[in-house]
């Protein structure tokens, strides 16, 4: 059980958390999540293995309701880590979600899940790696190519970048435009083989492939076509805006395209 916190452990030394990896800690990780998995404390990671198959269900629930941030950052038994900058991500369902495609295009729309099911899928089977450590082998994703609704929308000959923006009304991420055009970024509705679940960024999570994964925005809401790159949440506290895996961040990792 203690095997799966690796070097993702709280107080396990540097890079435990993207707040402390920049030594500038944000205003909802760093602390709060280091007190709150010391308080979960022995006892409740004594019991995890009892609670093995509902864990990603009581993590998802305790995330809507726990202030201390306890749910933040724990294994979940794939060798993900669950991250979550926000106090509370609402739910989105089918019914409820949207995806608004805009900024610098001559045709902005918003795009239902049905909508986006409904466009090309693009398959990818390939290993995320955190900037902390952590690396998943092997993790397919599905989705629409991000570039595909690029040229739905006609982006404008001023366009330079995109502005990546959630639904838990706090992350955000931002790709150039020749990144965002490369055929392993995606609008991803699928991971591990199910529509992605909410602790993974569900119903719609970004999917930059070659790129530490805090660069693959959960509960994805918007995409807005800018003039110039608007570094994201984590770009913000230090974090390389050119998240390439294994080239950016002063590390050294397996690149994993
Ligand atoms: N909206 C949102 N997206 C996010 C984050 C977040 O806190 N909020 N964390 C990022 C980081 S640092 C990582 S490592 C991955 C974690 O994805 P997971 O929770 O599915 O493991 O999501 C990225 N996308
Ligand atoms: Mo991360």
Same mark, same amino acid.
């Not at 006892?43 to 009892?50: R, S």
């Not at 019914?95 to 045709?107: D, F, H, I, K, M």
């Not at 398959?123 to 952590?134: K, N, P, S």
């Not at 690396?135 to 040229?151: A, C, I, N, Q, W």
């Given at each position: 059980m203690n095997d799966e916190y690796g070097d993702s452990r709280p107080g396990g030394g540097p890079g435990e958390d993207e707040g402390a990896a920049t030594g500038r800690k944000g205003p909802a990780v760093g602390r709060r999540v280091l007190l709150g998995t010391l308080a979960l404390g022995? %006892? /409740?990671?004594?019991?995890? @293995?009892?609670?093995?198959? %509902?864990?990603?269900?009581?993590? =998802?629930?305790?995330?809507?309701?726990?202030?201390?941030?306890?749910?933040?950052?724990?294994? +979940? /038994?794939?060798?993900?880590?669950?991250? +979550?900058?926000?106090?509370?991500?609402?739910?989105?369902?089918?019914?409820?979600?949207?995806?608004?495609? =805009?900024?610098?295009?001559?045709?902005?729309?918003?795009?239902?899940?049905?909508?986006?099911?409904?466009? @090309?899928? $693009?398959?990818? #089977?390939? #290993?995320?790696?955190? !900037?902390? =450590?952590?690396?998943? @082998?092997?993790?397919?994703?599905?989705?629409?190519? $991000?570039? #595909?609704?690029? #040229?739905?929308? =006609? !982006?404008?000959?001023? /366009?330079?970048?995109?502005r990546f923006t959630c639904f838990d009304g706090t992350y955000s991420e931002s790709l150039t435009l020749s990144q965002a055009r490369r055929d392993d970024v995606l609008v991803a509705l699928r991971m591990q083989g199910k529509p992605i679940t909410k602790d993974h960024g569900g119903p719609v999570r970004l999917y930059v492939a070659p790129m530490y994964f805090y660069k693959s925005a959960k509960w994805l809401s918007g995409i807005s076509v800018t003039d110039k790159v608007e570094p994201g949440y984590w770009e913000e506290y230090g974090y390389d805006v050119d998240g390439w895996v294994g080239r950016s961040n002063g590390r050294d990792d397996r690149p994993t395209v």
């Open positions: 022995a %006892g /409740g990671l004594a019991a995890a @293995p009892y609670l093995q198959s %509902g864990l990603e269900k009581f993590l =998802g629930a305790a995330s809507q309701v726990d202030p201390t941030g306890i749910s933040n950052l724990l294994p +979940n /038994g794939g060798g993900f880590r669950f991250y +979550n900058v926000a106090a509370s991500v609402p739910t989105k369902t089918a019914a409820t979600y949207r995806l608004a495609v =805009g900024g610098l295009v001559e045709r902005p729309r918003s795009y239902t899940l049905a909508e986006l099911k409904a466009l @090309p899928q $693009v398959r990818t #089977d390939l #290993d995320v790696q955190c !900037v902390t =450590g952590w690396r998943v @082998p092997k993790v397919p994703f599905e989705g629409v190519r $991000v570039s #595909d609704l690029l #040229d739905a929308a =006609g !982006v404008r000959a001023e /366009g330079r970048a995109l």
